[in-house]
């Protein structure tokens, strides 16, 4: 079974500093991972995703995540904080069903990432 | 091009009761999904929709049904509403088949309280 660990329930930084958001998976296969972020009152919007090829993923807004199998890592990263993007982020693993392509997705628990002035 | 779409956005509910939300696929997307976020919690999975049956379920008892209509839509049932019911409700659509890893879009939720 997939599992997702976010390490850090909430990040700080200052705005223009580096952003780090830091996901672990376990999957028996290989894994296709996902990063979603959720502004306050609002559902999920997909910032970038890791199926194959190229194991540096760039996403919307900046962002940026490498995918590491030796690590089982897949760590967000944005080389300048700014105030817009304070929110929630969630990484996740998709979880192929048995005999085709559809699948669900099994989502961490969560990073709250705030962005000081 | 319209997203994933949900209602009601909000409502409140009493133990007991049932409830029923509502979600419209993004155009062209064959698949639903429901996923309910706990305050302060990841998503979960609750069931998925394709061609107007259920195709997976997650680890949620038998209170919680869906059906999906032949123009794709989807409702959510919840029997017996339990104050921990209380949380987000998403709905994601899908397109079915073509290769994994297809973008999965949610909508804005409905937040469902129990009192």
């Known amino acids: 079974a997939q599992s997702v660990t976010q390490l850090g329930s909430h990040v700080s930084v200052s705005e223009g500093a580096l952003v780090l958001l830091r996901c672990n998976y376990s999957s028996s296969v290989p894994p296709y991972l996902f990063w979603y972020v959720q502004y306050p009152n609002q559902g999920l919007q997909l910032l970038l995703k890791y199926t194959t090829g190229a194991t540096l993923v760039k996403g919307i807004n900046g962002f940026e995540a490498e995918f590491k199998k030796s690590e089982t890592s897949f760590h967000l990263t944005k080389p300048s904080a700014h105030m817009s993007d304070a929110a929630e982020y969630f990484c996740?693993?998709?979880?192929?069903?048995?005999?085709?392509?559809?699948?669900?997705?099994?989502f961490g628990k969560g990073t709250l990432l705030t962005v000081n002035p | 091009d319209a997203g994933v779409t949900q209602s009601p956005t909000h409502l409140i509910k009493t133990r007991g009761q049932q409830v029923t939300l509502r979600c419209s696929p993004k155009s062209g997307h064959d698949t639903v999904s429901w996923y309910q976020q706990a305050l302060g919690q990841g998503p979960q999975f609750i069931f998925q929709y394709y061609e107007e049956e259920e195709r997976q379920r997650g680890n949620f008892p038998d209170r919680f049904s869906g059906h999906q209509f032949p123009n794709y839509s989807s409702e959510l049932n919840v029997n017996a509403l339990l104050l921990g019911d209380s949380a987000l409700y998403l709905c994601?659509?899908?397109?079915?088949?073509?290769?994994?890893?297809?973008?999965?879009?949610f909508g804005e939720g409905s937040w469902l309280t129990v009192v």
């Open positions: 994601a659509s899908s397109l079915r088949g073509i290769s994994v890893g297809n973008t999965i879009y």
């Open positions: 996740a693993v998709s979880v192929t069903a048995s005999g085709g392509s559809n699948y669900k997705l099994t």
